[in-house]
């Protein structure tokens, strides 16, 4: 594989730049990439980690030893081979998850920089995100991901008790997860995000609170709060099976949740999306590209992207997998170029009902124009507007449908679960109903 060219050295420098006149400047209003276009989003998957967390199911490995080296030109070769067959032609975003990419040298994330930026345009204004743990991003890591071109971190920080974070099995403690943010925050201002943890075995209402609290007095712009879920297979669930543990609190965990996000909404921040708060504007464009049903491209082992093979003559927006474990995605790589495991043509109700469940978790909801994007024949108006249930939810003001669009209220976001089977099965029927057309949709 060729080292990256001056070109796209010349990218990193430029982000460089670009990052140190944004520090002040706020991320504005909400980016809304055009469906079917030549626009992307790039995941990329680093799927190691020092050590399994009590909780998770993701796909990660804990390895005896890496070999970064061919990782890395895994890495780069996958993101050229899905960049030529989508045919995209603009990158807006990169995000560098696992796992624990932070235990990635800053080179590798050069190096997938890099090659998209040759392979594609790559603005220099690009929102770069890269997921960090505690314990494996000292400052000075957090500096060379810097020159590396991230501009935004996500920080697992997940709980500021360290009884409950040995409870996770998480490598670090309160004061290194407070350290790490403020380090975070002196090199990223205005661009770290941190994840906190609700619905905690055992965990209380007013001790989450003050969590909360001790947080906003130390964060920057961007909170999540995620949902304890017990996965089977995981040690928690195990656990909480034998009795060694309390199951979570369904009850508990939503008045952490409900009590949690209006402290949000008082110190500023607004909930754009079920469990993401921002202020300043500082919105992640990526996760919104996911929300807008954009095209995104997965790489790395068992990523997922969904994007129509436009460089291939795809005309019909696909669900790609990667093979899931690490060495057998490598060995794909080096191949075929690409490791993925499945393709699945998505048909166009199947999109619809994306296009519906991910823009209601947004509080600026599905608008009309966004909606004819994908679907030509039906509006909202035809879809919703006539349905007797969904009439009963606009009446209890947990939906809202107008010159607009749909969208939940504030209080409809935090039921968005209970209220979506009723409108997807209000959108199969509608699909049924509908003349059919020659138009395909989306
Ligand atoms: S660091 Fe993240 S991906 Fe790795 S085991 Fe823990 S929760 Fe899972």
New binding site residues.
Partial sequence: MALPGARARGWVRAANVAQRRRLSEDAGGTPSPAPGSQRAALYVHWPY?????S????N?Y?PRGVDEAAMRRCLVTEAQTLLRLSGVQRVESVFFG???PSLASPRTVAAVLEAVAQATHLPVDSEVTL?A?PTSAPGSRLAAFRAAGVNRLSI?L?SLDDAELQL????HSASDALRTLAEARRLFPGRVSVDLLLGLPAQQVGPWLRQLQELLRRCDDHVSLYQLTLERGTALFAQVQQGALPAPDPELAAEMYQQGRAVLREAGFRQYEVSNFARNGALSTHNWTYWQCGQYLGVGPGAHGRFIPQGAGGHTREARIQTLEPDNWMKEVMLFGHGTRRRIRLGELELLEEVLAMGLRTDVGLTHQHWQQFEHQLTLWDVFGASEEVKVLLEQCLLLLDHRGLRCSWEGLAVLDSLLPILLSRLQEAWQQRPSSPVPGG
Avoid at 49 to 53: F, G
Avoid at 55 to 58: G, I, L, P, S, V
């Fill in positions: 980690c020092e050590k399994r967390c909780y998770c199911n993701f990660k804990i696992g796992g624990t997921e743990n697992g997940q996770l099995g998480r490598t």
